[in-house]
């Protein structure tokens, strides 16, 4: 595999959105847990 290039724009956009749907699943599985332990 080659690196990865920083001024390919699907590269940093890739990036970005791997981070925000990172956040938003680790967001929901929180939630999921604290609805399954009655915390709310």
Known sequence: ??????????EIWGRRIGRFL?????????WLLGRQLQFW
Request: charged fraction near 15%; proline fraction near 16%.
């Open 1 to 10: 595999m080659s690196p990865p290039d920083e001024h390919d724009p699907a």
């Open 22 to 30: 990172g956040v938003v699943a680790l967001g929901v599985l929180g």
